[in-house]
């Protein structure tokens, strides 16, 4: 189902993060914390996300046993109000400016279109699109007064693609791509690049009742042309890449990181 993996070193010439600060949203678990770990390890300072105080103060105290450089950003990304407040403080903490932001955070409430409450919608439209702009859009006061930065959008195959009880997502995430898109025209005379990564399906502990449904994994190991679930850590390397100066030219980009799905029919 997974793959030996190899961890990227520090000090690899244009993928090297030293001396950068990289804020990642919604990492205290999932994705977003197996990003946050691969970005410290290539070198940056991370900025560690979430709601629980508790929990983000349980993560970042993780990553300073293993001697990686992080901090705590308790934020409910999708409170604006909360957002400049973080943002600002972070900024200002005297550990420098953000100059890498992922915006990871994002959640899944699945009905039928004809039967999906319009709190559903807003919900998933407010956490996985409307978060994105608005700590986009704090962040990047900061980076344009600077001329440099990296933002890195977390979309999905569902940028592209539907499937039945997603639409509120679908939606979301379609709209992010665009976001992405549309950031970079603004941002990249400034010196920001404006990317996105779009996962497949990967196994990771808010998937684990899907990898185990034996009838879903068959599903996704046949539709895939890899035959399998992906590994987190095989994220790291396209988020090091888009945070990095190896990307310095690329804008308004989505790459997918799906095992050949979206190129199959």
Not at 27 to 44: D, E, P
Request: proline content about 3%; aromatic content about 6%.
């Amino acid at each position: 189902m997974s793959a030996d993996t190899t961890s990227i070193p520090m000090g690899s010439g244009r993928f090297d993060l030293s001396g950068r600060r990289a804020l990642i949203t919604g990492s205290t678990q999932g994705l977003g914390l197996t990003l946050a770990r691969g970005l410290a390890r290539a070198g940056a300072s991370v900025v560690i996300n979430g709601r629980t105080e508790t929990k983000v103060g349980r993560v970042v105290d993780t990553f300073n046993v293993d001697q990686l450089a992080a901090a705590a950003l308790v934020m409910d990304a999708t409170d604006v109000q909360g957002v400049v407040e973080g943002v600002q403080r972070i900024e200002n903490d005297g550990r420098g400016p953000i100059d890498i932001l992922v915006n990871n955070v994002g959640i899944h409430q699945r009905a039928p279109l004809a039967e999906m409450s319009n709190a559903a919608w807003d919900t998933v439209i407010s956490t996985n699109l409307t978060s994105a702009f608005t700590v986009s859009r704090e962040v990047a006061k900061g980076m344009l007064e600077r001329k440099a930065g990296k933002i890195i959008n977390i979309c999905s195959l569902m940028s592209d693609l539907g499937r039945p009880t997603t639409g509120n997502y679908a939606a979301a995430k379609g709209g992010l791509r665009m976001l992405t898109r549309a950031m970079a025209v603004e941002w990249a005379g400034a010196n920001i690049q404006v990317n996105a990564i779009g996962p497949g399906y990967f196994a990771t502990e808010l998937t684990r009742e899907l990898v185990s449904d034996e009838k879903f994994n068959a599903w996704i190991c046949e539709r895939t042309p890899a035959n399998r679930w992906g590994n987190p850590d095989e994220l790291i390397g396209a988020a090091v890449f888009f945070a990095s100066s190896a990307s310095s030219f690329i804008n308004g980009q989505i790459l997918y990181v799906d095992g050949g799905l979206t190129a199959s029919i």
